[in-house]
């Protein structure tokens, strides 16, 4: 990762939206590490810098590793506050990811309360 986009990705996490303003503007990628700075904003619930990466092009949906997918879940409460400035396939890509998470939470619970006998 370049500095200017380690930069970004400090602020987002920080929460610094003119750093993050900033460092967009000087030529950071959003999409460096597999778009880290954006889950990272998002798993900190910061919306405002959410809304900032999408209406710069930042797609919560296309990610290239399964540390992404999974962020993707852990973000769903952030990304779906910013909802109104995805499109209607990243809106409904992301609803259908969440109800798979909380599907297999309640399973992972339900088995960790009841666990199964060993034989």
Request: aromatic share 2%; hydrophobic share 45%.
């Amino acid at each position: 990762m370049d500095s200017i986009s380690y930069v970004l990705a400090a602020a987002a996490l920080d929460g610094g939206v003119e750093g993050v303003k900033t460092s967009i503007a000087a030529g950071a990628d959003i999409h460096a590490v597999d778009d880290v700075a954006l889950r990272l904003a998002s798993l900190r619930g910061h919306q405002a810098i959410v809304r900032i990466f999408l209406a710069a092009g930042a797609d919560p949906v296309t990610t290239r590793s399964v540390a992404g997918q999974n962020a993707r879940a852990a973000m769903a409460v952030t990304l779906d506050a910013c909802a109104d400035v995805m499109t209607p396939a990243q809106r409904n890509t992301l609803l259908d990811e969440s109800k798979q998470w909380v599907r297999l939470r309640s399973v992972v619970e339900s088995a960790s309360k009841h666990p199964t006998p060993r034989r």
